[in-house]
């Protein structure tokens, strides 16, 4: 059985609003919710998705969403957890630029979710800004389920495929380098991880 970080009230209440946000609603769910589809791992609290201009204008009539300048998102508080809402060229805070997570997509449990590498690529962009806090925990568990089922080729390509800026290499560089330790050797060597007892390895992200 997983480890759970948040009350299961809360992940309940959680899931009952994404199920019927996807009745009504066309998004990318990234965050916790999607590391859960592929993994089916810790449930997440907070909503994450990426959504276009035209359904940010539904979404902000019907749930009174909030824009959040500092941290480049939208969102609404409910009973315990948080809707944020990330959109496309504005939420630049992002380990990867959202506008090419709307098209760059599959489906996993019914959701529309960005392949794994992406989805991998944006919880080490959170982890290595919150790693000392439990959200930071969840994002290192959330890690570690998905990282098996990275493929090493594509996670290479990754900073053409998405159009990742120099700023955000270097960031995926430092979060990459700071998780080596944290992992085992067979994850490291499967996904390309530098051995952290090495200062010059050969391994880590080909980017």
Do not use: H
């Given at each position: 059985m997983s480890q759970e970080f948040y009350h299961p009230e809360v992940t309940e209440r959680s899931w009952q609003l994404l199920q019927r946000l996807r009745g009504e609603f066309p998004f990318t769910l990234i965050g916790g919710w999607a590391s859960w589809c592929y993994t089916q791992?810790?449930?997440?609290?907070?909503?994450?998705?990426?959504?276009?201009?035209?359904?940010?204008?539904?979404?902000?009539?019907?749930?009174?969403?909030?824009?959040?300048?500092?941290?480049?998102?939208?969102?609404?508080?409910?009973?315990?957890f948080d809707l944020d809402v990330y959109v496309e060229h504005y939420s630049t805070t992002l380990a990867v630029p959202p506008e090419r997570l709307l098209t760059l997509t599959t489906s996993v449990q019914g959701f529309t979710v960005p392949p794994v590498e992406a989805l991998v690529a944006l919880k080490l962009g959170a982890w290595i800004d919150r790693r000392t806090s439990i959200h930071g925990e969840k994002?290192?568990?959330?890690i570690r389920g998905l990282l098996p089922l990275v493929d090493r080729d594509r996670w290479g390509t990754l900073p053409q495929d998405y159009g990742l800026s120099s700023t955000?290499?270097?960031?995926?560089?430092?979060?990459?380098?700071?998780?080596?330790?944290?992992?085992?050797?067979?994850v490291r060597e499967q996904v390309g991880l530098p051995d952290p007892r090495r200062s010059r390895?050969?391994?880590?992200?080909?980017?």
């Open positions: 791992g810790p449930k997440s609290r907070d909503i994450d998705v990426i959504v276009d201009y035209p359904t940010l204008g539904t979404l902000r009539a019907q749930y009174g969403l909030v824009k959040n300048d500092r941290l480049r998102k939208y969102e609404v508080r409910f009973d315990g994002d290192l568990a959330d955000q290499v270097a960031r995926l560089r430092q979060a990459w380098t700071a998780l080596a330790p944290l992992m085992s050797r067979r390895s050969p391994g880590g992200p080909r980017f």
